[in-house]
């Protein structure tokens, strides 16, 4: 048996979706005239070099400057940091994301910047915290550093590291207060949950797309096919996306061979370096002779992003699910990262994806089938009960159930 193969076809159209839509989802051409700008662009420098009011100023320091510049332009203008630059250490962090593997203390949490304490709601299985921190915990320093005034960012900053890092970390258990110190160490996060509800209905929960996780899946939904289970419930609410070539394995799951799975609209890499490509359409076409045949309600929301809506496009044009909850993000563009010569790593938008009817979904959003909004507030508060107590809470989650019980 045959599945996650996948059938790319090329062609060489120059559009490749609706006719009104714009070649660019948001403004990047200059809208005045700027002559010699190369020549005003090193005359700049050096005036700022001369003339600034420290010597603190580099001209390394206005290269990345102009870099990271670059990279915000062509970027949507709510979302600037599509366009980023890291250096090496920082995107190991990101590579580690994506492959579903952490390098922290490994703890759930709720921060509170006003009194400076970290509040343990859970130990993050096979991470080094466990066996040594539990829930209810208050963490008040970090290393002996007051957390208070701090952003979540800089806490979490603070709590991970590079393996082997010692992290001390100051503890209030009921009335003792004592350190610990915990090394740090690589571990998988956990990001699918799978549960059978009433009336032999499935409720599959992917938290985050990473390397391999379409194996994962494929072998819960087995176990589900094992147990009779022919209706399912696909959770994706607040997943903002992942690796992309595994969305498209996880929508072909469901949908037979030669249906269309995403429409990519890129350049061909261009023949003579520093020219531009021409403009081609690539077809993602799933070569699946067995797709799994259940009733499928897909749950999304606001924060349902990227590789996650390429899923729900995909689903709702071949009517293969209907979807439930509130309109996803709306980021319907695919960026690459490229390797620099100082090994510093940089990504930008390269394509335009279009659902298989070749509709963008950007800035839109991917829209419910039946509407079921929830704030986030409370689905967050929701999530963390058992899959049988959310039945009861999770409006979302109970509209789905209704809608195949």
């Not at 250096?87 to 006003?114: C, E, I, W």
Request: aromatic residues 8%; glycine residues 6%.
């Amino acid at each position: 048996m045959s599945r996650c193969l996948f059938l790319i076809l090329l062609t060489a159209a120059v559009a490749c979706a609706e006719d009104s839509e714009p070649r660019s989802f948001f403004p990047v051409a200059l809208d005045q005239e700027f002559p010699n700008a190369e020549n005003s662009f090193h005359e700049v420098m050096v005036l700022i070099l001369e003339n600034y009011y420290t010597t603190e100023i580099t001209e390394e320091a206005l290269f990345h400057a102009a870099i990271t510049g670059m990279l915000r332009h062509v970027s949507p203008p709510g979302n600037k940091s599509l366009g980023k630059l890291w250096k090496p250490a920082d995107y190991d962090k990101v590579r580690n994301n994506l492959k579903g593997v952490q390098v922290s203390v490994g703890v759930k949490s709720t921060f509170s910047p006003r009194d400076g304490s970290l509040s343990v709601t859970g130990v993050l299985p096979g991470s080094p915290a466990v066996g040594v921190l539990l829930p209810y915990d208050r963490i008040l320093r970090v290393n002996g550093e007051s957390l208070k005034g701090k952003l979540v960012s800089e806490v979490d900053s603070m709590m991970s590291g590079e393996i082997g890092t010692e992290v001390k970390l100051t503890i209030v258990r009921d009335v003792q207060v004592f350190d610990v110190v915990i090394k740090l160490k690589a571990f998988k996060t956990v990001n699918l949950s799978v549960a059978v509800l009433p009336n032999e209905i499935g409720f599959v929960e992917i938290h985050k797309i990473t390397a391999g996780i379409t194996d994962e899946v494929r072998v819960e939904l087995d176990a589900l096919q094992a147990k009779n289970v022919k209706k399912l419930i696909l959770d994706l609410r607040d997943n903002t996306g992942g690796v992309f070539m595994e969305s498209l394995r996880l929508a072909e799951l469901f949908l037979a061979n030669k249906s269309v799975l995403l429409r990519l609209q890129q350049r061909q890499a261009p023949t003579v370096l520093g020219e531009a490509g021409e403009e081609e359409e690539k077809r993602y076409v799933s070569s699946n002779e067995t797709p799994y045949e259940f009733e499928i309600v897909l749950l999304v929301n606001k924060n349902t992003a990227s590789s996650c809506e390429i899923i729900a496009a995909a689903l709702r044009d071949h009517k293969a699910a209907t979807i439930v909850g509130a309109g996803t993000y709306g980021k319907s563009v695919i960026e690459k990262t490229y390797t620099l010569d100082n090994n510093y790593r940089c990504k930008f938008i390269i394509g335009a994806m279009y659902t298989p009817r070749g509709v963008s979904w950007q800035s839109k959003g991917v829209l419910p089938d039946f509407s079921a909004p929830q704030d986030g507030s409370t689905y967050k508060a929701v999530a963390k009960l058992t899959p049988d107590q959310r039945l009861s809470k999770d409006v979302p989650l109970i509209t789905a159930y209704k809608l195949l019980k």
